[in-house]
């Protein structure tokens, strides 16, 4: 990656520097890494700090002034919360009455506990000073509001109690803050948490992390409490460092991915030069993190692409499951070797080169398409002007078709296994030769293959048919019925040779693994072709841009067997395909356009092709900052 952009003769501009926000630039982040540290001194303090932090249980009786309290507070309130839902709650209790209840509440749980212990045990716990509620004269009770839905909070719909979490890192805050000013602060947790709620009057949601005591320490302890009792030890560290990943018990290791992600320096490197930029950062959105991930992958200086078009014929349409007669697939097939079909006008009009792909379509003649290399290909036209043909110099047509039988997904797998592997490595080598033109698009056409699409969907994501299949090019509801029971027989039929459907749910072992068998079974041939080309370009380090559905599962597929796949793609769009987007949404995927696009061929990868190369030649000609 050259990084030059614009010519280094150009005039550099004066770097706009907001006056909100981040004011340093990535030319300054880059030559000082470590700038934001805040000295030496305060390091250190900060060391002393951490290591004086003590759980205090004896207190003086004297007050705390109401300033010292607000500090602690406004430590708690700047802790750091997962999506900033700041969802602590702080009850400051200073009643001596309510206090006295809740050490009574204590004394009962104190005893309570104790009796689940050994009589040694539980006479050596009854010996220790656990909590200061009556002799401490503030009370915090640091509560968590969980009244907002997790999906509604950034970072909660994984990991649900992130918002306990989140009231945890206050609590720590208000220790540390309280320990630099000299204040004691104990956490006690002797409590049934519903019981300290009534106390309180905590509305129902809202839960309680339990009772911090703060006030002036009547010790100042120099270990922790409990390791001075002998009641446990401080463990050290290097016996809680795991590196990598658990051992102990753990499954199978995740697979090794012999196809390098862009590293960390190619990533950094590409959002340091569009930083560079006389625009605001990330001006073109989307757009622009697609860019940088095509710079990060392949270098700022692509300025094509090729649209790799595969076509294929399906035996799944002799059930009724599309409005076009099977034929149209050898008609796009010609038409794309004329450059006239619209995949390819579109790939033409975007400035990309096309590669057309016979992946097994009958030329009419209950032959196949002749694409000897030595010779002009013969391609039949049956469109309405009655037959005729095509001549055409057979340097812009592959052969990958299948040798083997082929399936209609109800009654017989859709190829052999055999076959699958075959295209898979003629698909390899294909798409490595197109990546040394740039970007890498992704085209099927073959009548029927949305139903295929989608079994190969539910297969992959464990959907029901109902949740995959889609009304499809001029479908009408009985096609849309029809093509739901073919999937649904499909899936019953290999239920049993398919893994478990989700790439989560699988170990690393048998992810690639299944998803060929799933490609064999329900899949068709264009699709494992294309699954090679992602593979083939990626190890050529080229950027793929993805098309519709069946544009876009060859590279899930590709993700499966070498998981390092998913840093070269780019979605192009997001199709009116049912199960397009949840396709997406597993490769962590967000779509550059959403046009509602039935065509296609490629064209949406193209389209969005277009836009990169057109930003791509922006950024490089843009003005500079210095």
Request: proline share 5%.
């Amino acid at each position: 990656m050259s990084g030059s952009g614009a010519d280094d003769a150009s005039p550099r501009y004066a770097r706009p520097v907001p006056s909100v926000g981040d004011a340093s630039s990535a030319a300054e982040r880059r030559a000082d890494p470590a700038g934001w540290a805040m000295g030496a001194d305060v390091v250190a303090a900060l060391d002393q700090v951490v290591g004086g932090r003590r759980d205090i249980r004896r207190y003086r009786p004297d007050p705390v002034p109401e300033e010292l309290l607000r500090q602690v507070l406004e430590a708690g309130h700047a802790a750091p919360s997962v999506g900033h839902s700041q969802p602590w709650r702080f009850v400051v209790v200073t009643d001596p009455l309510t206090r006295d209840r809740a050490a009574a509440m204590a004394d009962r749980c104190r005893l309570d506990q104790a009796h689940l212990l050994t009589d040694d045990r539980a006479a050596r716990m009854l010996d220790l000073k656990l909590e200061g509620l009556r002799e401490a004269p503030v009370g915090v009770v640091v509560a968590c509001d969980r009244r907002t839905p997790a999906s509604g909070v950034l970072g909660r719909a994984t990991f649900h109690d992130a918002d306990l979490w989140s009231c945890a890192a206050a609590v720590e805050n208000m220790w540390l803050a309280a320990r630099a000013r000299g204040l004691g602060m104990g956490w006690v947790t002797l409590f049934e948490p519903a019981a300290l709620a009534d106390l309180l009057g905590l509305p129902e949601g809202v839960e309680t992390l339990g009772w911090m005591c703060l006030g002036w320490p009547d010790e100042r302890p120099p270990e922790p409490g409990l390791q001075r009792a002998a009641w446990s030890r401080k463990v050290p560290l290097d016996e809680v460092i795991v590196r990598e990943r658990w051992s102990e018990g753990a499954g199978p290791a995740p697979a090794r991915s012999y196809l390098a992600a862009p590293s960390a320096d190619q990533l950094v490197s590409a959002t340091d030069a569009a930083d560079e930029l006389l625009s605001p950062p990330e001006s073109l959105g989307v757009l622009d993190r697609a860019i940088s991930r095509v710079v990060a992958c392949a270098g700022d200086a692509v300025a094509g692409g090729t649209l790799v078009l595969a076509a294929a014929d399906q035996p799944v349409t002799a059930h009724g499951v599309s409005a076009y007669p099977a034929s149209t697939t050898r008609d796009i097939l010609a038409a794309s070797l004329a450059g006239t079909s619209l995949g390819a006008t579109t790939a033409s009009a975007g400035g990309l080169g096309v590669v057309v792909v016979d992946a097994g379509v009958d030329d009419g003649t209950d032959g196949e398409v002749d694409t000897d290399a030595d010779d002009p290909v013969e391609v039949i036209h049956a469109g309405e002007g009655g037959a005729h043909h095509l001549d055409r110099e057979v340097s812009s047509l592959r052969d990958a078709r299948p040798r083997d039988a082929r399936g209609d997904l109800v009654g017989a797998d859709a190829m052999t296994r055999a076959d699958v592997d075959r295209l898979l490595a003629r698909g390899r080598e294909i798409g490595a030769g197109a990546a040394s033109d740039g970007l890498v698009c992704l085209g099927e056409a073959g009548v029927g293959n949305t139903t295929t699409a989608a079994a190969l969907a539910c297969a992959l994501l464990g959907l029901e048919p109902q949740d995959a299949v889609g009304l499809g090019a001029g479908s009408d509801a009985e096609i849309v019925a029809r093509k739901r029971e073919v999937v649904a027989a499909a899936l019953a039929r290999t239920a049993g040779q398919r893994g478990p459907g989700h790439g989560g749910a699988q170990s690393a072992e048998t992810a690639g693994e299944d998803a060929l068998q799933a490609l064999a079974a329900v899949g068709g041939p264009e699709m494992a072709v294309l699954t090679g080309v992602v593979l083939g370009a990626v190890e050529q380090g080229a950027a793929v841009v993805l098309d519709g559905l069946a544009g876009s599962l060859p590279a899930l597929v590709a993700a499966r067997i070498e998981p390092g796949v998913q840093a070269h793609l780019v979605a192009g769009h997001v199709s009116r395909e049912r199960a397009h987007a949840l396709v997406l949404r597993e490769l962590g995927l967000e779509p550059l356009l959403a046009l509602r696009l039935r065509a296609g061929e490629g064209v949406g990868a193209c389209l969005a092709a277009s836009m990169l190369l057109q930003g791509l030649a922006a950024r490089r000609a843009t003005a500079r900052t210095r």
